[in-house]
Each structure stands twice: as C-alpha cells, then as structure tokens.
C-alpha cells in the first residue's frame, strides 16, 4: 500500500473531529456532488474540498489534481513538510485510492481512503447505499 491505509467512514470521521488540522477531499465529479449529495462537516467546522479525480462523463483523470490539492490549499507550495491528514473519498472507495497514491507520492498526507465511500459498492439489488457515509448516518448535504 503506499498511501497511509484505508479506514471506515466512522474512522474518517473520527479523525476529522480529533485533529483539526485534518480534512476531508471528496474526489466524485460534480455531477456527483450535485445530484447525489456532499459530506457535511460543517459541524466539526471543517470544510470538505470537492476535487475531481476524473472527469465525468470521459472518465478521463485530472492531471492537475495534486497542483489543485495545493491550490486548494491543502499543503503549501513546494519545498513546504506535509504533515495534515488528509481523507480522500469518493463514490464507492475505488477511486479515492488513486488519489491517495497520487497524493502520498507528492508528499501530501498522510493520506488515507475511505472505504465504501459516500455510497457504497453495489447491492444484491443492483444499487447502491447500503454503506459507506451515508449510510452510516454520518452528516451530508444535497443541494
């Protein structure tokens, strides 16, 4: 593994109360975002950064994911230690971990996946949303 590990959403959210340095990176694509719903942590204070790791509908990966994790503000420029943990979550937990990597070998982090994501992995049923953070109860918002 070469990223910090995987951990549940509960853990996620755990991590984000208990350090405050700490933050949440939803990597889903807008379409995501708004249709499907964001994690809430305002409530902890926190802001969730939303940044796309591919681009919908192509599928394509964003190149400049790891400059706009700097833009964003979740490390300084160049030259500058990372040191925040930082939690990076997307649909089902498949494509956080490419960000996570991503991140990790720029030397943001420690960097860590959310399993199961916001929505989960596919059901008997053939949907999602039997787990992963909504399920688990933990705060979103749908615009």
Do not use: K
Request: with cysteine; net charge negative.
């Amino acid at each position: 593994m070469s990223y910090a590990g995987d951990i549940t959403p509960q853990q996620a959210w755990e991590l984000l109360r208990e350090h405050p340095e700490a933050v949440l990176v939803d990597v889903r694509t807008d379409a995501e975002w708004r249709y499907v719903g964001v994690p809430d942590t305002s409530t902890i204070d926190r802001r969730t950064v939303l940044l796309e790791w591919v681009s919908y509908p192509t599928g394509a990966r964003n190149e400049s994911f790891v400059d706009q994790l700097v833009e964003a503000g979740i490390v300084g420029g160049a030259g500058e230690e990372a040191s925040r943990p930082v939690i990076f979550l997307c649909r089902s937990g498949q494509r956080s971990i490419g960000a996570a990597e991503a991140a990790t070998a720029a030397g943001i982090g420690p960097s860590y996946n959310v399993l199961d994501g916001f929505e989960g992995g596919l059901g008997g049923d053939g949907r999602r949303g039997t787990s992963g953070w909504r399920a688990v109860g933990l705060p979103w918002t749908q615009s």
